[in-house]
């Protein structure tokens, strides 16, 4: 085993399996992702290597591991000797260094899906072997490692591909099932430790791709046994791999089981078309409906039809005007037009590439077919920041509100009177809870908070899912409990009550100063706590946070804690 420190950039190689290696590339510091605000662990980029009769090298790393990477490589194996080289797919963080194995092994096959040797052509300017293989393929390495291939698409790129070793029964993922988790541990034997950080990136890369993880999932059924999945990112799965996929199939399945469907398209590997949509399609998923994500580059017509047909609302980023995939963007484009109905409504978003569709000229071809706007088009003038990530997807759970709002008086209705009646009877206090993450900040007005623990002193919190400050308090996050007084509570609670546009300052107006922690107190409040997210569990409609209490203060301890008392137990 071998780690090689660069700053915060380690690599780390060890045996997996009978010739099986493996090569993390260890990113201890980085804290974001794509859409995940405020990493807590850092991530890892696994590759792997299986030195039979034939050699094959899987996945490779990102850019900034380069030189780390490489002569490890080189040191591990002459790279020339390398027969194929298995993309899974073409994200850069996994794809970054294929060049320059290309460079150092120009005889290698690339192995890959039909879309992921497409897009490989486009950025890597070099002519190379090539092997497309669609579901159910293998290639025989020999030694008995038969690699056979699992068709993934859409989890989380269009290209993505599973690989299943069937010497060694490893099942090898890349984005699926992984995790940004960094640490020096190769497996999951400490499931508490990654639990939290499993769950997030499921939530925040693959929730709007559900319906996309159950099809991948009942492709595996066709598998033997797994006993190591070997994923992208993050621990492998090694000491609990059924557990683990398990709750990936359940996830989803409650995922596919909502009633709306909203239909998000984009285009891979244009501007910041990917991130922005999958963050829109985040706050899609979070508030209760079902999202399918679609490359409108690698999309076929047919598919399109169908899923706007389906969807009671259509989110579009900009695509390019010219460049090389501009016959079938058209085309999809073209689609969509056609398809959609003065039932839906359609949402437009920049993406930021530099040779954007105007906006304004598309959002006149919608209204014209009579479609409704389901949000207001999202204009990107600079490199996409943590609050415009924060502001689509608040955008996309404003929209999945208004899709839910017909589904939401039913349920109302639903409920047995005097049981609503008696439910309702459960009172509680009146707070506020304020926090900031970077540059992100976020605030709710809160009455379902119960002390839980006297050593450590704490406390859960009921929060809604599809509440924006939802995002802000992951595992390890950090903020304020602020209590209202019973004689003084009207503003504040009448402020924060009030519905707040897409990306608003929450406290613009507001007397504020900030606590320890970085989060805001509020002035007006009669104490407040700053506290620390410890363990989340998740109750339907709501996620249960456990947090411990750091320090605190009240401002008149005379003062008695406002308290709230609801008529009706089913909604707020």
Same mark, same amino acid.
């Given at each position: 085993?071998?780690?090689?420190?660069?700053?915060?950039?380690?690599?780390?190689?060890?045996?997996?399996?009978?010739?099986?290696?493996?090569?993390?590339?260890?990113?201890?510091?980085?804290?974001?992702?794509?859409?995940?605000?405020?990493?807590?662990?850092?991530?890892?980029?696994?590759?792997?290597?299986?030195?039979?009769?034939?050699?094959?090298?899987?996945?490779?790393?990102?850019?900034?591991?380069?030189?780390?990477?490489?002569?490890?490589?080189?040191?591990?194996?002459?790279?020339?000797?390398?027969?194929?080289?298995?993309?899974?797919?073409?994200?850069?963080?996994?794809?970054?260094?294929?060049?320059?194995?290309?460079?150092?092994?120009?005889?290698?096959?690339?192995?890959?899906?039909?879309?992921?040797?497409?897009?490989?052509?486009?950025?890597?300017?070099?002519?190379?072997?090539?092997?497309?293989?669609?579901?159910?393929?293998?290639?025989?390495?020999?030694?008995?490692?038969?690699?056979?291939?699992?068709?993934?698409?859409?989890?989380?790129?269009?290209?993505?591909?599973?690989?299943?070793?069937?010497?060694?029964?490893?099942?090898?993922?890349?984005?699926?099932?992984?995790?940004?988790?960094?640490?020096?541990?190769?497996?999951?034997?400490?499931?508490?430790?990654?639990?939290?950080?499993?769950?997030?990136?499921?939530?925040?890369?693959?929730?709007?791709?559900?319906? +996309? &993880? !159950?099809?991948? %999932?009942?492709?595996?059924?066709?598998?033997?046994?797994? /006993? #190591?999945? =070997? $994923?992208?990112?993050?621990?492998?799965?090694?000491?609990?791999?059924?557990?683990?996929?398990?709750?990936?199939?359940?996830?989803?399945?409650?995922?596919?089981?909502?009633?709306?469907?909203?239909?998000?398209?984009?285009?891979?590997?244009?501007?910041?078309?990917?991130?922005?949509?999958?963050?829109?399609?985040?706050?899609?998923?979070?508030?209760?409906?079902?999202?399918?994500?679609?490359?409108?580059?690698?999309?076929?017509?047919?598919?399109?039809?169908?899923?706007?047909?389906?969807?009671? +609302? &259509? !989110?579009?980023? %900009?695509?390019?005007?010219?460049?090389?995939?501009?016959? /079938? #963007?058209? =085309? $999809?484009?073209?689609?969509?037009?056609?398809?959609?109905?003065?039932?839906?409504?359609?949402?437009?978003?920049?993406?930021?590439?530099?040779?954007?569709?105007?906006?304004?000229?598309?959002?006149?071809?919608?209204?014209?077919?009579?479609?409704?706007?389901?949000?207001?088009?999202?204009?990107?003038?600079?490199?996409?920041?943590?609050?415009?990530?924060?502001?689509?997807?608040?955008?996309?759970?404003?929209?999945?509100?208004?899709?839910?709002?017909?589904?939401?008086?039913?349920?109302?209705?639903?409920?047995?009177?005097?049981?609503?009646?008696?439910?309702?009877?459960?009172?509680?206090?009146?707070?506020?809870?304020?926090?900031?993450?970077?540059?992100?900040?976020?605030?709710?007005?809160?009455?379902?908070?119960?002390?839980?623990?006297?050593?450590?002193?704490?406390?859960?919190?009921?929060?809604?899912?599809?509440?924006?400050?939802?995002?802000?308090?992951?595992?390890?996050?950090?903020?304020?409990?602020?209590?209202?007084?019973?004689?003084?509570?009207?503003?504040?609670?009448?402020?924060?009550?009030?519905?707040?546009?897409?990306?608003?300052?929450?406290?613009?107006?507001?007397?504020?100063?900030?606590?320890?922690?970085?989060?805001?107190?509020?002035?007006?409040?009669?104490?407040?706590?700053?506290?620390?997210?410890?363990?989340?569990?998740?109750?339907?409609?709501?996620?249960?946070?456990?947090?411990?209490?750091?320090?605190?203060?009240?401002?008149?301890?005379?003062?008695?804690?406002?308290?709230?008392?609801?008529?009706?137990?089913?909604?707020?």
């Amino acid at each position: 085993m071998v780690i090689t420190p660069v700053k915060r950039l380690t690599i780390q190689t060890g045996e997996l399996a009978s010739q099986t290696k493996v090569i993390r590339s260890l990113d201890w510091d980085r804290d974001r992702f794509d859409i995940e605000f405020g990493l807590q662990n850092g991530t890892t980029y696994n590759s792997y290597l299986i030195e039979a009769e034939q050699i094959a090298l899987i996945d490779t790393s990102h850019e900034k591991f380069r030189s780390l990477y490489l002569d490890q490589l080189k040191q591990m194996i002459d790279p020339g000797k390398i027969n194929y080289l298995v993309i899974s797919h073409t994200e850069p963080d996994h794809s970054g260094l294929v060049g320059d194995i290309l460079s150092l092994a120009p005889e290698i096959t690339v192995v890959a899906s039909k879309v992921a040797i497409a897009f490989l052509e486009g950025f890597v300017h070099q002519p190379f072997k090539r092997q497309i293989v669609k579901n159910g393929d293998s290639i025989d390495l020999g030694l008995g490692h038969i690699l056979e291939f699992v068709s993934a698409p859409n989890l989380h790129w269009p290209d993505t591909m599973l690989t299943y070793d069937h010497a060694t029964k490893i099942l090898y993922t890349c984005d699926v099932f992984g995790m940004h988790y960094c640490s020096e541990n190769f497996f999951d034997e400490y499931l508490k430790d990654i639990e939290a950080d499993y769950r997030f990136y499921y939530d925040c890369l693959m929730a709007p791709n559900a319906r +996309s &993880v !159950v099809g991948a %999932m009942k492709r595996m059924e066709a598998l033997p046994e797994i /006993e #190591i999945v =070997a $994923n992208g990112h993050g621990p492998l799965l090694k000491y609990h791999p059924k557990e683990l996929l398990e709750r990936y199939r359940s996830w989803s399945q409650t995922q596919n089981d909502k009633e709306k469907l909203v239909s998000v398209f984009y285009i891979s590997d244009y501007g910041y078309s990917d991130r922005l949509s999958q963050a829109i399609s985040r706050g899609i998923s979070k508030a209760g409906v079902s999202v399918e994500m679609l490359d409108l580059k690698a999309a076929d017509p047919q598919e399109v039809n169908e899923l706007v047909v389906r969807s009671s +609302s &259509v !989110v579009l980023g %900009m695509p390019p005007i010219s460049g090389q995939y501009q016959k /079938e #963007i058209a =085309a $999809n484009l073209a689609t969509i037009l056609a398809s959609v109905n003065s039932k839906q409504s359609v949402a437009l978003f920049e993406s930021y590439g530099g040779d954007d569709e105007p906006i304004d000229t598309l959002l006149g071809s919608f209204r014209e077919i009579g479609t409704r706007v389901g949000f207001e088009p999202i204009r990107i003038k600079n490199e996409p920041s943590d609050e415009i990530y924060q502001l689509c997807q608040e955008a996309g759970t404003d929209l999945a509100q208004a899709i839910n709002q017909d589904i939401k008086v039913q349920a109302r209705k639903a409920l047995d009177p005097d049981l609503d009646k008696a439910i309702g009877r459960l009172s509680g206090g009146l707070y506020i809870i304020t926090a900031t993450k970077g540059n992100l900040s976020g605030a709710m007005l809160a009455s379902w908070v119960v002390q839980a623990s006297f050593n450590p002193p704490g406390f859960t919190i009921a929060v809604a899912k599809d509440r924006a400050i939802e995002s802000l308090m992951q595992v390890g996050d950090q903020f304020v409990l602020n209590i209202l007084a019973q004689d003084n509570y009207q503003a504040l609670m009448k402020h924060f009550l009030k519905r707040f546009p897409p990306g608003t300052d929450r406290f613009a107006g507001v007397n504020i100063q900030i606590g320890g922690n970085g989060s805001p107190i509020l002035s007006d409040a009669l104490a407040y706590l700053e506290c620390q997210v410890i363990s989340r569990m998740e109750c339907s409609d709501h996620w249960i946070i456990y947090s411990q209490v750091q320090q605190g203060k009240v401002s008149n301890p005379e003062i008695l804690t406002a308290v709230h008392h609801r008529k009706v137990g089913n909604y707020y």
